[in-house]
Structures are given as C-alpha cells and as structure tokens.
C-alpha cells in the first residue's frame, strides 16, 4: 500500500465516522428502555405530564402481564424506577391509563380469574409508587375494561350489560374528584347494539367507537355531558374519512379527537386527526394523516397542541409498522428518523404523547419488544427543556443562571428553533450554527482527498 492510498483509506474512514456522528448529533429524542417485570416483553399505553409511565409487561418467565408504573428519578427525567402494580386477586392485568396524579386505569383478572374488570390504582400519595388497586365493577354484565382517565379521576372504557347482553361505553365518576368509589354510567351507542370508550379530557368528553343503527358500521363518537364532568349527555358521530368503519382513539382538552379509519371504498385505514369547529364543539372536520409510504396507519394519541402519535405501515407490501409523529407543521414523521441511528431500537408504534413532548409505546431492542419513553433531546439555549428555544428560556437563564454568559449566547444564537414535539416541529434543524449536514461533509472530504493526491502526483 503506498503513502497515498493509506492517507485516502484514512480519510475516507474518517468521512464515515464524521457521518455517522454527525447523524447521531441530529437526533432529536434520547430513548429510555424502560425494561421489563422480568420477562421479554413490555408495552408503554399512557403517559403523564411529569413523565410516569403506564403500561403492562411480562412477569418472570413470561408466566404473564402485570400493570406496571414507572416513575421518573426527576421530573420528565429520562432514568426512573419501575413498579408492579398487581392485579385484582387474578392472574394478569393492563395499565392503559394515567393521569396527572398518578392514577391508573386498566383492566384486570379477578380472585380465580372469573372475570376482567376495570380498575382504578390510586397511589398513596399524588405521583408515587405505592397505592391500591380498586375495582371498578360493571354495567351489570361479566367485564369490564378501563381505557382512559381524566384529572378528576373520571374513567372510561367499556363493559358488558346486564345478562352479557352486548358491551357498552361507560363513564365511571368518583364520588369526590379523584376518589375510588363512585358510579357506573351507560353512554349508550350511535344506535346500534355496541360501543367502547377510549378517552376523556378534563372536561369530561369521550371519545371512543359505537355501532351505528342496524349496526352496518363502526363509527367513531364524541359524547360531550351536559355539563362539565356530568353524567348526562349526548353521543355524536364523527363519521369517517369516506370508508364503512372509523374508531375513536383519544381525546385532548380542546375536544381534538385522534383515531383511524377506512378510506373512500375501503381502500385502507388511515390515522386521522378530527377538529371542532369551535374548541370543545360537536361537528368538525376529519383530516387524513396518510401513511409513512405503507397501506395502513392508526392514530392512538393527540397532543395539546394538535400532535398526534401512532403507527404507520412503511411499505404497500408488509404490515410492519413504525412508530409515528405527525405535527401540522411537518406531517407525518418516521420516530426511528428522529433518534441515534447507532441506539439499536426500532420503535413500532406510539401510544401517547405530554405537553413536555415526550412519548411512549414500543418498539425493538435486542430481539425483545419493550416500552420505551422518548425525551427530547436538549439544545443549547433551551433552559426549561421543553424542545424550543424562546423568551421562556430567556427567563429561566436569567433566574438561575444569568453569570454564565456563555447561556446567553446559546439562547441568543438559537432563538426561534425548535427540535421535536416539546414546541417547533417534527424533524426541525436542531440549530443553524453553520454545521454542515454529513453529505457534505463526506463531499467535502473527497475533494480534499482530490486535492491531496493531486498534490501528490505533481511532487
């Protein structure tokens, strides 16, 4: 090998590594592995505004789920501790749920398993890990499912009626705000004979999916009480995007509804995002989210501010789904693009999104699916690590940092940018100090390398 060749082999290994590293600076999540309760699988469902986490995972041997709640060492931090939150006497149960406080709605086998009931954990004190498991009966009939809970407490989900006769949405409503016993209330259907709630906001809103009249079809709903938090209401079709089916997924404070389904003939089922015409309104317009490339997609979550999160099919000939951000600003966004291309996670699907822009689900990680929670990553000058650098940051620096200078100019030089869900969008430029993206860089490199062997030949 002569003198030119090895400085060409260097330089382009030295391209490579600067494109790789240069792609992990570009992430815009870290990823957290939020493991298992011993066995090879677990699923992230909810997750709350300080960053605790819902799901269910495989206990020891895989011999079979339990609701597990993690619970970050700090505030929206990306490393915590884990906790098995048990069953209601039977074998298995699901966290799907979680609020503000920490309470969390699922379902559970009880003693013997001779049923699936909802439940409400109440941690003993607002965010902790310890607490009681309370089981929230029925409408009359065998089970019953939790699916989504509010602030006050108020639970969602579906249950079978009296004799079994068919399953229908429920609104559960503690006695005092966030209590462990109250009632049972039946939403009804859209006319048909079945309907499931999926989520409830603060105001006491459902969305969820009923049978229509006849029951020819599936269609999502929105059920808005009479009054706020009430009991008594009306339940209102969303319709679809042009297709027989559409299912309700979850519900924001503003009454956006996230879910999926059936395009005009059928075609597929695509997420969707349905906005009120006026905040909290009963008629509105259903958006189509489209795919990242695949046949299908399915929303599952809706942010504050509009962003929803789910899973997409990637190509028209595999159902293999990744995970999903979609922003009005950006679209629809592969997660797995957003992230260290060299973490080793593949992410399939997202289940929820906070206000601090972090997001759950599962997804990929040696051989093994597991919950994971995404943290987006901080940029310099984003002193309340809420994803955008703006006069809020400006604030925090000068309170608690303002003899730094340099915090000064990282906040003045990347003002106006955002990475991420926590405030600009999806995919955004972490910062525009001048950093040239890896193709360029390895471009640039060749034509040093160019320039070196030519250097080379005329000496």
């Given amino acids: 090998m002569t003198k030119y060749q090895s400085v060409y082999r260097i330089i382009v290994l030295s391209a490579l590594a600067l494109s790789v590293t240069a792609a992990a600076q570009a992430a815009s999540y870290t990823v957290t592995d939020l493991g298992t309760l011993g066995g090879t699988e677990s699923f992230g469902s909810g997750l709350n505004a300080s960053g605790q986490v819902a799901g269910a995972s495989y206990t020891t041997g895989d011999a079979a789920f339990h609701t597990f709640l993690w619970t970050p060492t700090t505030p929206n931090g990306a490393s915590g501790t884990k906790t098995d939150l048990g069953t209601l006497g039977g074998?298995?149960?699901?966290?799907?749920?979680?609020?503000?406080?920490?309470?969390?709605?699922?379902?559970?086998?009880?003693?013997?398993?001779?049923?699936?009931?909802?439940?409400?954990?109440?941690?003993?004190?607002p965010g902790g890990s310890s607490?009681?498991?309370?089981?929230?009966?029925?409408?009359?009939?065998?089970?019953?499912?939790?699916?989504g809970l509010n602030a006050a407490g108020q639970v969602t989900g579906a249950s079978d009626t009296t004799g079994d006769a068919?399953?229908?949405?429920?609104?559960?409503?503690?006695?005092?705000?966030?209590?462990?016993?109250?009632t049972m209330h039946d939403l009804g259907t859209l006319g048909g004979t079945e309907s499931n709630g999926s989520a409830i906001n603060a105001s006491g809103q459902v969305s969820g999916s009923s049978l229509t009249t006849a029951d020819a079809a599936y269609h999502a709903f929105l059920w808005k009480p009479t009054t706020p938090n009430g009991t008594s209401g009306a339940m209102h079709d969303l319709l679809t995007l042009g297709g027989t089916d559409s299912f309700g997924g979850s519900i924001n404070a503003s009454g956006q509804v996230a879910g999926f389904s059936n395009t005009t003939g059928d075609a597929a089922y695509h997420a969707y995002l349905w906005t009120p015409t006026v905040p909290n309104g009963t008629s509105g317009t259903m958006l189509d989210l489209a795919t990242l490339g695949g046949l299908n997609s399915y929303s599952y979550n809706v942010g504050a501010g509009g962003q929803v999160v789910?899973?997409?099919?990637?190509?028209?000939?595999?159902?293999?789904?990744?995970?999903?951000?979609?922003?009005?600003g950006s679209g629809m966004v592969d997660l797995n693009?957003?992230?260290?291309?060299?973490?080793?996670?593949?992410?399939?699907?997202?289940?929820?999104?906070?206000?601090?822009?972090?997001?759950?689900?599962?997804?990929?990680?040696?051989?093994?699916?597991?919950?994971?929670?995404?943290?987006?990553?901080?940029?310099?000058?984003?002193?309340?690590?809420?994803?955008?650098v703006d006069a809020a940051d400006y604030v925090v620096w000068r309170k608690t940092d303002s003899g730094n200078s340099q915090g000064y100019t990282e906040w003045r030089e990347n003002f106006g940018e955002g990475m991420g869900a926590g405030g600009g969008s999806a995919g955004a430029s972490p910062s525009q100090?001048?950093?040239?993206?890896?193709?360029?860089?390895?471009?640039?490199?060749?034509?040093?390398?160019?320039?070196?062997?030519?250097?080379?030949?005329?000496a």
């Fill in 337 to 388: 693009t957003l992230i260290d291309p060299l973490s080793g996670w593949e992410l399939s699907d997202a289940a929820d999104i906070n206000d601090a822009g972090q997001i759950t689900g599962q997804g990929l990680i040696g051989g093994e699916y597991h919950a994971y929670l995404l943290t987006p990553a901080t940029m310099p000058g984003d002193f309340n690590h809420d994803g955008t």
């Fill in 91 to 125: 074998t298995e149960s699901f966290g799907n749920g979680l609020n503000a406080s920490g309470q969390v709605t699922g379902e559970s086998s009880t003693t013997g398993d001779a049923a699936d009931h909802a439940f409400l954990w109440k941690p003993t004190t």
């Fill in 310 to 328: 789910g899973a997409s099919e990637i190509q028209i000939t595999s159902d293999h789904t990744h995970a999903f951000l979609y922003t009005s």
């Fill in 433 to 458: 100090t001048g950093v040239p993206e890896p193709a360029t860089l390895v471009l640039l490199i060749f034509a040093a390398t160019g320039w070196c062997l030519r250097r080379g030949r005329a």
């Fill in 166 to 182: 068919t399953t229908h949405a429920f609104l559960w409503k503690p006695t005092t705000p966030n209590g462990t016993s109250g």
């Fill in 131 to 147: 607490g009681t498991m309370y089981n929230l009966l029925t409408l009359g009939g065998t089970n019953s499912y939790g699916y």
